[in-house]
């Protein structure tokens, strides 16, 4: 498992790809705030609106999420404590004045595209300090 990609996979690249082709301008990998230990898959800094692109396997999907036979003991605990840390880490980024979004990595990248600018225009024109 430490082998495994936990950035720039193939989905959160064609994420932002499709944003930066839109002429959205964004950070990767930011810290969260007050918690070191953890990063923003794609952070719009200005707005505080933080993306998540989240896999349909480690993050339990509940369109395609299935569950290995062996050991499945072991990996339900593991996939809910990832669930556990991904909604803990919600809540710090609103607590701290974000806007968090995930996407299920199924979700195809134009589609995604447009739900994170949807969001991103809207915050984007009610925050004081983007104009």
């Given at each position: 498992?430490?082998?495994?990609?936990?950035?720039?996979?193939?989905?959160?690249?064609?994420?932002?790809?499709?944003?930066?082709?839109r002429?959205?301008?964004?950070?990767?990998?930011?810290?969260?705030?007050?918690?070191?230990?953890?990063?923003?898959?794609?952070?719009?800094?200005?707005?505080?609106?933080?993306?998540?692109?989240?896999g349909?396997?480690?993050?339990?999907?509940?369109?395609?999420?299935?569950?290995?036979?062996?050991?499945?003991?072991?990996?339900?605990?593991?996939?809910?404590?990832?669930?556990?840390?991904?909604?803990?880490?919600?809540?710090?980024?609103?607590?701290?004045?974000?806007?968090?979004?995930?996407?299920?990595?199924?979700?195809?990248?134009?589609?995604?595209?447009?739900?994170?600018?949807?969001?991103?225009?809207?915050?984007?024109?009610?925050?004081?300090?983007?104009?």
């Open positions: 498992m430490s082998n495994l990609a936990r950035r720039d996979t193939r989905p959160e690249i064609a994420l932002r790809r499709a944003l930066h082709s002429g959205l301008r964004y950070r990767v990998q930011s810290k969260v705030p007050g918690n070191n230990r953890r990063t923003i898959d794609i952070a719009f800094t200005r707005v505080r609106l933080a993306v998540y692109v989240d349909c396997f480690w993050h339990g999907c509940p369109e395609h999420h299935v569950r290995p036979r062996t050991n499945s003991d072991w990996w339900r605990w593991k996939i809910e404590r990832n669930q556990a840390r991904d909604a803990d880490t919600d809540r710090e980024l609103t607590e701290a004045g974000w806007e968090v979004v995930r996407v299920w990595e199924h979700v195809s990248p134009p589609n995604a595209a447009d739900l994170v600018e949807g969001i991103y225009r809207i915050m984007a024109r009610d925050s004081p300090t983007t104009g």
